[in-house]
């Protein structure tokens, strides 16, 4: 069963970089898409970006030039490079894993991921 564990979740000012990171258990990492999602209070979660098991990668518009995904599978662990940050990518960010492997179908849609991180949060002051 795979687990997931976020690190790098903090306090910025607004125009500053971070950088999360989410280490994933399991042998067999590099099968599967993994994904971000962020939620604030009240809001649905909702999709940052998304990387399959080819490294082909997919953001949300908000974050599309400012966010980067990236995957290192001999380390099981997907990043997410946040540059330019705004005060409303204010959020708890939550890594999530595809258990289906070698699918690259729907990696937008929160529904997709099986697993989930405990999130991290980030907060962006203006």
């Known amino acids: 069963q795979v687990q997931l564990v976020e690190f790098g979740g903090g306090l910025v000012q607004a125009g500053g970089s971070l950088r999360l990171s989410c280490a994933a258990s399991?042998?067999?990492?590099?099968?599967?898409?993994m994904g971000w999602f962020r939620q604030v209070p009240g809001k649905e979660r909702e999709f940052v970006a998304a990387i399959s098991w080819k490294a082909t990668t997919y953001y949300a518009d908000s974050v599309k030039g400012r966010f980067t995904i990236s995957r290192d599978n001999a380390k099981n662990t997907v990043y997410l490079q946040m540059n330019s940050l705004k005060p409303e990518d204010t959020a708890v960010y939550y890594c999530?894993?595809?258990?289906?492997?070698?699918?690259?179908?729907?990696?937008?849609?929160?529904?997709?991921?099986?697993?989930w991180g405990q999130g991290t949060q980030v907060t962006v002051s203006s």
């Open positions: 999530a894993a595809d258990t289906a492997p070698y699918n690259s179908a729907m990696l937008t849609q929160k529904e997709t991921y099986v697993r």
């Open positions: 399991g042998r067999t990492f590099s099968m599967f898409a």
